[in-house]
């Protein structure tokens, strides 16, 4: 063995190497660009106008158009993977999370973790590790902040549990911490031509469901391009070879490309919630494969000002992906069980012009 | 249904929908990028200098690498799908597309498209819409202008018909109304060696017929992406859950990716056709699906000297698009009939330098 | 015949077209930019820090960050094979390939070959070119030089062979050639934790194996799309019509597909190995076909310290590539034979931070 190096591949952090209070910094450091707008863009198809159009961007009081928001996430997402869910046998959840400043084309992001939480499982196998992780641009600027759980494998199963805290985590953001990432919007040059929809905050009301319609069937050329566009390393989404023997039979598709696609798709009568403002929760409630088709369907749970704000309001919504089901009749839940064809359940807040 | 709001997605326009003369400003503004450009190359292989080189565009006179003029026009034709043919039973043609600027990196393209004709079928369920669009830049200069007539499904069978008329459509272009995009060429600058080409305007000769030989075989994540790309909404390009159950069994390939794939393979042969002025007529005759191998192959229709302008000449061409077919024998109609192999059949206008 | 243009059609070389010391300049001139990059960085992977930020480039003394080298290897490559080898049988090997200069985003590259060896098989049907091919950036600095050399057919097997000449080629680049294209580097500025691996060039010793752990299965539209971003038209990459018919009974891809999922792979383990500096030897052992897995291990064959600089140093390494094999045990030859899941054999050396 003094020959071989495995000593200088990354393992990946086991239960057992957390810390309560421990802060993690993140490889790689990456400047995002028009590149990766335009692959982004191609591989979902957003069609947002504030995000498709420097001109309607800067007539709102953009500089430009920023990035997709789920575009941030994803690229500081994908940081911390090598760190926190190299060897993760589940991504649990996410909370709290809020997009701080809105990022454009040349930014560079980096990313740190702290973590928050710890918790075994009783079987002595396994355990939960709780994160709270922040991207950062160029001038230390926090872009993104959120929490996030995964159940991390034990090296040795005898080893004691690093730590034993379940942290306190909100249920939703609170409307008051939303549009940090959203200028002062020039509400009134907001053009409902253009932007493909007529419907502003004003118009949705809590309770209203909306059926995104149409559906994208995922290639795996697709989902391993945007997944290594992030720079996310996990394995099970790039090696047939393996997973053809594994838990699946096949590469399991990254979680945030249901989440990208529903984003997409929910321009179809959500077409100006031009910005995510933050992720109250999301589960991935099922696994997505490449050959499958992705519908969605929206809810809208509440509505709210923002306080100090009258150009734009909150919208909190439930969209519902689901696979090779589409979604006119809204499927969600029998009682506490999923319809088996739900893949996402994600609650998020966006904002909208008044 | 009154928690529901299916009212919030976009319909489309049935043909009962169009008024002769009226005018649709379409969503949604697009700034073209760099990235943009590279996803197109990626998906397609175009070699034309003035589009691969900013240097060597500079030295024939523009100031920097313009835009592939499919992918201009791809981009507008994008935009016009939510409101022309979501509803369309076929795209039926093309005429009098003519580029009136060039485009480059960093514009913002949009859209308008005035309703030039209607005629109802026989049948009562179905119509011919006849649009004229254009698109324009930020500034407000139009750069493609072009009639297009898709058939329509009626909403109602019973609804009276809202037109008819068939517009007066030109055959092909003046010669006269060619080269507004193209800037005056230093045609001594232009270096056929660094082209790949050695055959300038006034080697080609009416009745030649080319063989392009390359075949290029279509992903499903390519045309995906690529019609992604172009903001493209039409369902049967995306989803095969659906489509595995429809007319063709699986997923329709956007016609524009065979003109796209044509005009890359033309290269071999027509290397210094740098810009595609006008397009007189396309038909695509049959449809194309992942897994089959696009051929091509040209004819020189006409020749044409351009009012006032010695740096270029233009030749006409059709270029003709075949499906697991090499196209040696130049496959093309048996009297009326096209061979069953042949899947586009394009008439166009191209400049090369004299 | 009198109609038909076969004649405009690029038909390439064929080995009885060569001359030794024939000077060939190729088309097609590239501007490369931010689009290529975040392709190249979508269907690879990369994640060297130097090549990800142009923070971290910056700090180091860079301007911003370059391209990937082997990005800059394709684009040069492909123009090249119009001309060199669409008539080879096979790509037989490279040698003395250095990279001369960093290029960044928005340089325009283009190339020249001049041939350097002719020898003609004893089957008189092929004979192996040599030829060393120049990358040149917009200035007309040359950015990469390299020998290459190609089995290519004869058109007419009666043909009088054009020269008799083997080049003597070097077996490996000497360290006082390597680093031309790395600027002085501040070392103490490279930040090991946001590289994503704290082994710099003195923890690497020769006779060290490394595992790249991790495996990538390639689909036909990743390499396609690749293939085409670096105008390379090689045909047996793109027409599953005619291979289906072929040696392979299907698509081949590009040899440095290989290349560039190794050194993609390679960063585990060799996470700051941050430049190519130059290419020794490479073979591309085996065909890969889509659907097959990529895996690749290291051995440090060498290690150098670069005259006059201590800044960075260089190592030598042998990176091996494996198609649906796992590479723990660092599967290469057994004698003479390679073992037969190896598809690449790469000799080359990278500088790293000391």
């Known amino acids: 063995m003094s020959k071989t190096s495995s000593l200088k591949t990354n393992p990946g952090n086991f239960f057992e190497d957390f810390r ?34 420097d001109v309607f961007a800067a007539r709102l009081g953009y500089p430009r158009s920023p990035l997709d928001d789920f575009l941030v996430f994803h690229m500081v997402f994908g940081k911390t993977v090598p760190d926190v869910s190299l060897n993760a046998v589940a991504n ?13 084309p040349g930014d560079t992001l980096d990313a740190v973790s702290e973590v928050i939480g710890l918790k075994e499982n009783s079987n002595k196998k396994t355990g939960i590790v709780y994160v709270r992780s922040r991207g950062f641009n160029q001038n230390g600027d926090a872009v993104l902040d ?19 805290l379940v942290p306190a985590l909100p249920k939703s953001v609170e409307p008051s911490q939303l549009g940090a990432a959203c200028p002062p919007v020039n509400a009134t040059a907001y053009d409902t031509v253009l932007s493909g929809s007529p419907h502003r905050f004003g118009d949705y009301k809590v309770g209203e469901k909306i059926d995104h319609v149409v559906g994208i069937t995922v290639e795996d050329a697709e989902h391993m391009i945007a997944t290594r566009l992030y ?15 594994g838990r699946f039979g096949k590469r399991l598709i990254y979680g945030g490309h249901a989440i990208s696609l529903a984003r997409a798709l929910s321009f179809n009568g959500l077409g100006n919630a031009f910005h995510v403002a933050a992720i109250n929760g999301g589960r991935h409630v099922a696994p997505l494969f490449a050959g499958l088709t992705v519908f969605a369907w929206s809810e809208v749970l509440a509505t709210a000002e923002l306080p ?47």
Chains 1, 2, 3 share one sequence.
């Open 20 to 53: 309560l209070g421990q802060q993690i910094r993140h490889a790689t450091p990456r400047t995002v660009t028009l590149g990766d707008v335009a692959l982004y863009n191609g591989l979902f198809g957003p069609r947002f106008a504030v995000q498709s159009s």
């Open 308 to 354: 100090g704000r009258n150009d734009v309001g909150a919208l909190r919504l439930r969209t519902v992906a689901a696979k090779d089901r589409p979604c006119a009749d809204f499927p969600y839940k029998t009682g506490e069980e999923y319809d088996p064809a739900v893949i996402l359940d994600l609650d998020y807040w966006v904002l909208m012009p008044r």
């Open 231 to 245: 720079q996310n390393t996990a394995r099970i989404h790039f090696d047939h070879f393996t997973e053809s023997k």
């Open 146 to 164: 959120y929490a996030r759980w995964v159940m991390a494998r034990k090296r040795d199963e005898a080893a004691a549990a690093p730590g034993d």
């Open 92 to 104: 649990l959840g996410y909370a709290d999370c809020r997009f701080l400043k809105a990022v454009y």
